[in-house]
């Protein structure tokens, strides 16, 4: 059963705290996207990666962080740097000579 | 002037009726452009893809592009109440084997409801 998967689905941070969510991906994509969303706004580009071992910033990249060690998994960390890191986190992955992205099912993380 | 713009809603329309979802992009270079759907509490699922000028159709919904006045819009026709979500205009500079890197620009979306 291929497709993206996101884990944990809700996140409940204290403030000062570094958290990591997760996203592995089964269709043997290789470009993969973090996306951040706020409510009643679209998606903002956080960062993205092509191939394994590397990655770009996106539009918001301050107070964020990721790795691509693996084909299959980009894991966003959450820094304390964040000012404000409540909001709904999307992961989305490519393949090859396709423009379509495809997401994951998301992560909620709210800062307490 | 924002990069992709989505007609403010919310959009509200009796069911069976047609509702039209607009969209204007900013950058002349855009060469792919996606509708996507997203009920509350989901992640966006794609709908449409469009590329070239013209309507492209798929079953009740048909994807219109102009880029001469860099307009795209979203037809549902018969709308259903199911169809009550946030539809996301998205646009890509470059395609994928461009330097965009497939890198998409989202508007704010806009929100219908379709009411029996």
């Known amino acids: 059963d291929g497709g993206i998967t996101q884990s944990p689905k809700y996140l409940f941070r204290k403030e000062g705290q570094n958290v990591t969510l997760s996203c592995e991906q089964n269709?043997?994509?290789?470009?993969m996207y973090w996306y951040r969303q706020d409510p009643g706004q679209g998606l903002r580009l956080i960062y993205y990666?092509?191939?394994?071992?590397?990655?770009q910033k996106g539009d918001i990249a301050e107070g964020y962080s990721v790795s691509r060690e693996k084909k299959e998994s980009f894991p966003l960390t959450v820094t304390s740097a964040q000012k404000n890191p409540t909001a709904f986190y999307l992961c989305a992955s490519r393949g090859v000579g396709s423009d379509t992205q495809y997401f994951g099912p998301g992560t909620r993380l709210t800062v307490l | 002037q924002k990069e992709v713009e989505q007609n403010s809603g919310p959009l509200s329309v009796p069911e069976g009726a047609i509702a039209s979802l607009n969209c204007t992009y900013s950058d002349r270079v855009s060469q792919s452009f996606f509708w996507y759907r997203q009920y509350s509490g989901k992640s966006p699922e794609l709908i449409m893809s469009i590329y070239s000028n013209g309507d492209k159709e798929d079953g009740r919904f048909t994807a219109q592009l102009n880029k001469a006045s860099q307009y795209v819009s979203l037809l549902i026709r018969d709308s259903q109440p199911s169809d009550s979500a946030t539809y996301l205009c998205a646009v890509n500079k470059g395609g994928a084997g461009g330097t965009s890197y497939g890198k998409l620009t989202f508007g704010q979306g806009t929100i219908l409801t379709v009411h029996p």
């Open positions: 269709l043997n994509h290789d470009a």
């Open positions: 990666s092509q191939i394994v071992n590397d990655f």
